[in-house]
């Protein structure tokens, strides 16, 4: 059972991430570059006042999972919802039945084929202190991360712009993240990130939608009856 929660504890971190820089990154009006490359500091103005006026945001997403102790890849997606403060939504179309659903009280991982359900307090999830800013809307990219464009290359053969963020606090989740960035109108197209073991995670997103007033509701869970449900710590 350890080993269980602790696969699972790990799922949720790695969401969380993943969320987190949709939430900080992914949402930025539309504006155009001239081919002189901006300053990162720039960008991370821009990424900053972004988020602080997202209230919610849904996007489909497709995940890609390379795990290195048994070379392999796994690759999910579906659909993922957010809304201010602390609220969010992974529903997954493949495979389907999995759902993630977190408020501000608590955590839910859904496994529908395998009728079983995983809760967890909410505080637990926002373990890292840059997460937990940026959920309470006082986090600052350039107080979390160090930024920089990717090298060799700071765009990709489309012009979008390829960036590397390396947070301040060190986890075990993540060492650094690598963004692309549309460069007409600033959303991110795709995020990758490594964690400590040498696992890599790949987002990529589409139709994404800003503040279409997605209600609180969506964001509560009762599992289904006839469903086995673990407490995690």
Known sequence: ???????????????????????????????????????????????????????????????????????????????????????????????QGKKLVINSQTAWLYIAKEKVAYKQKSESIFQSKFLMNFFAGTGKLKDDFIMKYAEPKAMDKDGNYLLVLIPREKTAACNSVNLTIDRNNFYILQISFDDVMGNSTTLKFSNISINTGLTQKMFQFRPPAGVQIFEMP
């Not at 969320?19 to 900080?24: M, P, Q």
């Not at 992914?26 to 006026?53: H, M, R, T, W």
């Not at 690759?75 to 495979?95: A, C, D, Q, T």
């Open 1 to 95: 059972m350890i080993i269980i929660f602790s696969k699972i504890n790990k799922l949720f971190t790695s969401i969380v991430i993943d969320l987190f820089l949709i939430l900080s990154l992914l949402a930025v009006p539309a504006c155009v570059f001239s081919e002189e490359l901006p300053a990162v500091g720039d960008i991370a103005q821009k990424l900053q006042g972004s988020y602080e006026n997202t209230k919610d945001l849904k996007a489909n997403f497709v995940q890609e999972a390379a795990i290195k102790s048994i070379k392999k890849t796994q690759r999910e997606e579906g659909k993922v919802f957010f809304k201010n403060p602390k609220s969010m939504l992974w529903e997954y179309i493949k495979p």
